[in-house]
């Protein structure tokens, strides 16, 4: 069995994590400490472009069935409104729902998760919503199973077309991860040397 075999055999047994949609973390229901003596800010509605209006409402619609918004009924006092900004993809036909509710906790709490979720899988680091898997072929093949199960029993997706598999080198962050360890990207190296 080759390498690349072997990856989409581990992918192929763990579908859930790769079915392109939203998932339902099956981890502690996160509760917001909210201060009473904050006054509710409501602000205005903004206008969908019309050139995007119905690719949004189909995606409302999509949020509304997988249960990850749900509708507030009209009778219902609203006491905090953020509008969506609707935002075209570079990349594709798909729209992008912005919304600044100001929970600035919510990095934290994905985070915190995800490290308690991991931890104790050797091979891999998690930051922020990235994880990467080091190590020999075997490290990072029994490492690549075990985070697949933990995404897989914790009920956390990816997006399959932002994932990469079996390489020698990635960039990221301004840095260049390779079985010689972690170092400066030297792209980035070279534009400080430049500005200087």
Known sequence: MTRRQKIADMIMDNPEVFTGKIGKAKTNEVSLMIDDSVTPVVQKQRRI??????????????????????????????????????????????????????????????QLEMHKML???????????????????????????????????NGIT??????????????FVGLVFNKQGIKPDPKNVKNLQDAS
């Open 49 to 110: 472009p019309v050139n995007l209006s119905e690719r949004a409402e189909i995606k409302i619609q999509d949020l509304l069935d997988q249960d990850i918004i749900e509708r507030v009924p009209d009778n219902q006092p609203r006491s905090w409104v953020s509008p969506p900004v609707i935002a075209p993809k570079p990349d594709s036909n798909n729209i992008r729902f912005c919304i600044d509710m100001r929970t600035k906790s919510a990095q934290d709490i994905l």
């Open 119 to 153: 931890s104790g899988i050797p091979s891999q680091v998690n930051i922020a919503d990235d994880i990467l898997i080091g190590g020999s072929v075997e490290e990072h093949d029994a490492a690549l199973q075990k985070v697949l199960s933990a995404l897989t029993s």
């Open 158 to 171: 990816v997006n399959p077309d932002k994932c990469v598999f079996d390489v020698e080198e990635v960039r």
